[in-house]
């Protein structure tokens, strides 16, 4: 046995601790971990970022109401992706991609040099970051579901989505550390770190690409298998159908846009309570004197950075102990209703509670710690059953407009109840416990097409067969 051999044993037996692992699959799965641990580590980076140059700039409700700018310009970068999906193989079509959000992270910097005030730049910052932070992982699932298949999918991905999560944990608590170190420019440093760590994801991706296609040639050449139709596909750019066509198109498909609007309403929402709340808090402290030494900029940042650390921490564990057994428990779609439930008992708490910043820190805290690990692998593994179209266009366009669709709703919420209806926080949150009833029925006609889908599938295989 080589040294090789001999790692990926050792790795193989860690590994089965956390999840369902087979013989030479950890090579890839490992791989794929690593490229979305630095791709959610670059994220989770500028997160902070992101909060200064908007709550400091402008404040949260234009934070809120920026979310239907965002929704907009996605109708037109949903359409691009899908033409270039159509034109490029996928490792050359990720790359281009990428280097697309590499060149806007150097065009922001020089924005700074230039002078450009910080209130202008957060609002643009903050409509690119909301697109890229949902695209770049979209795209991201969409390659790891072509690589894998239903079965393996469901064991492994488990073991990849802990890559999100622990990047987001890393990326969280290394911004609360450098914050201060950087001086009071770190905001646009930070950029340029974000966009190093892009690059190095790029030859990860090319890097997966060339071993599985080494591999699918392999086995033809040394185990006599023809390399089937669907495995010469995946050397291939993608059929020419848009990815909202294909969303309305397919009752599963439309269902899972719409689970994704209502997430992500809530979501939002319970974003703008957050906001408001740390706003407020920062405001007090200021004035108060009890900031540590901290500009107001910074005492954002630590208290922003310091809440996405616990539900970074949160998804962690989660990810590491649950999220494979959820799957063996209840399967990919039962997985689906975990999510809404927490955040039903969460902001029922806000609704009948003090809506302090501890108890809104730790709310959302547990909400989102559950969105990036349960539902993140959910949402993941509920595409392995489509088609390689549906994986990069379809999955694009749900977790992108329908998302930010969702944020659009929300900042129309805010308005009309912050600036019409004058609402306090709690208001926001027993609106946000109505739409969570409405988003576990959507959950659960999802499930109920997912497994008219694997039926399909199941009598489609065993016809093949015989």
């Known amino acids: 046995m080589n040294n090789q051999e001999k790692r990926e044993g050792i790795a193989y037996k860690i590994l089965r601790i956390f999840t369902e692992v087979h013989p030479g699959e950890v090579p890839t799965a490992l791989l794929l971990t690593l490229n979305v641990f630095l791709l959610l580590m670059a994220y989770y980076l500028i997160k902070p970022v992101r909060e200064v140059l908007i709550l400091v700039g402008k404040d949260p409700q234009t934070k809120s109401y920026l979310a ?90 488990p073991l990849v989505a802990f890559g999100q999560t622990s990047g987001a944990l890393f990326g969280a608590k290394i911004a609360n550390l450098i914050i201060e170190p950087l001086g009071k420019d770190f905001a646009y440093k930070m950029m340029l770190i974000t966009a190093g760590l892009l690059g190095v994801c790029i030859l990860m991706t090319l890097i997966i690409h060339k071993r599985e296609i080494k591999l699918i040639h392999g086995k033809s050449e040394h185990v006599e298998k023809e390399i089937t139709q669907e495995e010469k596909m995946k050397e291939q750019p993608l059929k020419k159908v848009g990815g909202f066509r294909l969303i309305f198109k397919s009752q599963y498909l439309l269902f899972y846009a719409f689970v994704i609007l209502s997430l992500n309403f809530v979501n939002a929402t319970g974003e703008y309570i957050w906001s408001d709340a740390l706003t407020q808090t920062a405001k007090k402290a200021v004035q108060m004197g009890t900031t540590a030494g901290l500009n107001v900029e910074q005492f954002v940042g630590k208290l922003s950075a310091d809440y996405q650390f616990i539900a970074s921490l949160v998804a962690l564990i989660l990810q ?71 994986k990069y266009k379809a999955k694009a366009a749900a977790d992108t407009f329908f998302y930010r669709g969702g944020d659009a709703l929300s900042a129309l919420t805010v308005f009309i109840g912050f600036k019409l209806l004058g609402f306090p926080l709690q208001s926001f949150a027993k609106l946000n416990v109505v739409v ?23 009598i489609t295989g065993a016809a093949q067969t015989f």
């Open 320 to 390: 590491l102990f649950l999220v494979s057994r959820i799957f063996k428990w209840v399967g990919v779609s039962g997985a689906l209703l975990f999510l809404p439930i927490i955040a039903l008992g969460g902001y029922s708490s806000i609704t009948f509670g003090v809506a302090s910043l501890v108890l809104i820190k730790w709310v959302k805290g547990m909400e989102n710690g559950t969105d990036y690990s349960i539902m993140n692998t959910t949402k993941g593994a509920l595409f392995l059953i489509t088609s390689r179209e549906e």
């Open 68 to 157: 239907g700018a965002q929704a907009i310009l996605l109708i037109f970068v949903i359409k691009a992706f899908s033409y270039l999906a159509s034109k490029f193989p996928r490792h050359l079509l990720i790359t281009w991609v990428t280097l697309f959000f590499i060149s806007n992270l150097g065009i922001f910097y020089i924005f700074h040099l230039f002078g450009m005030p910080m209130g202008t730049i957060g609002i643009i910052f903050f409509i690119w970051t909301g697109i890229f932070n949902i695209f770049i992982v979209a795209q991201f699932w969409g390659f790891a579901n072509d690589i894998y298949t239903d079965e393996a999918g469901k064991r492994l991905f």
């Open 436 to 458: 969570v009833l409405i988003w576990i029925f959507l959950c659960i006609l999802v499930i109920r097409e997912y497994k008219k889908l694997k039926a399909k599938m199941a």
